[in-house]
């Protein structure tokens, strides 16, 4: 059963130009993420939000910027997209100092940069 | 910085046939690392199959087991007996203990089985 909605699926766009992808969960979680999946196929981590507070941000160029209007989205902008940031990007949520183990993934949004 | 290297894909096996999936880790940023293992199915988002936070202790979900081995790193994904709704990407991962803010995902085994 899907509970982290992300959109869209694909986005396919130019160097330079700025995206934003939206994610937005039902499952009354505080925390959210944002992770990107590379040509690897590696996740790595790139923002953490706890509440509508940034607790996370790895070392990610400026041009990506979070956003969050409350604790049920997470939305990603990126300034100017160039080449490298062509990825799979994967939203995430958890409930924050719960007992709850585990992370709850969207399916992905794909970003191709041409 | 931590890494998981895993078995490269795609693995195929036939239906009832037994399955491996090597994982390593090395976690050179968090003391205890939690290590997982994570499913996606065809058209599904990302989902925990098993958790284990303790070394030498062993997870199991969905007749798969892995277990927590400090000495050699490992963290290995094995099943007897495997069916055709098997058939997904695996990701090993390891992370905080209590956290999920530091996850580092190998890159992922896409295991077809075949009736």
């Known amino acids: 059963e899907t509970a982290v909605f992300q959109t869209p699926n694909y986005h396919v766009t130019q160097v330079g130009n700025e995206v934003s992808f939206n994610c937005k969960q039902t499952l009354g979680h505080d925390t959210m993420y944002w992770y990107k999946q590379d040509s690897k196929k590696l996740l790595k981590i790139m923002f953490s939000y706890n509440n509508k507070q940034l607790i996370v941000n790895e070392t990610v160029p400026r041009r990506f910027s979070p956003q969050s209007s409350d604790k049920a989205h997470l939305n990603l902008r990126i300034k100017s997209v160039e080449p490298e940031d062509s990825a799979v990007y994967l939203c995430?949520?958890?409930?924050?100092?719960?007992?709850?183990?585990?992370?709850?993934f969207g399916s992905g949004t794909r970003l191709t940069v041409l | 910085g931590d890494s998981v290297t895993q078995t490269e894909g795609p693995v195929t096996v036939s239906e009832s046939e037994s399955l491996i999936i090597n994982c390593t880790y090395s976690a050179t940023s968090i003391a205890y690392p939690n290590l997982f293992w994570y499913v996606r199915y065809p058209g599904e988002g990302l989902q925990l199959l098993l958790k284990v936070i303790t070394a030498g202790q062993k997870g199991s979900s969905r007749g798969f087991e892995a277990t927590y081995n400090k000495e050699t790193t490992s963290f290995h994904l094995q099943k007897a007996s495997v069916q055709e709704s098997d058939s997904a990407v695996y990701y090993c991962a390891l992370g905080e203990a209590g956290s999920f803010n530091k996850l580092t995902f190998g890159a992922g085994t896409r295991l077809a089985v075949c009736p």
């Open positions: 995430a949520s958890r409930d924050w100092g719960a007992s709850a183990e585990t992370l709850y």
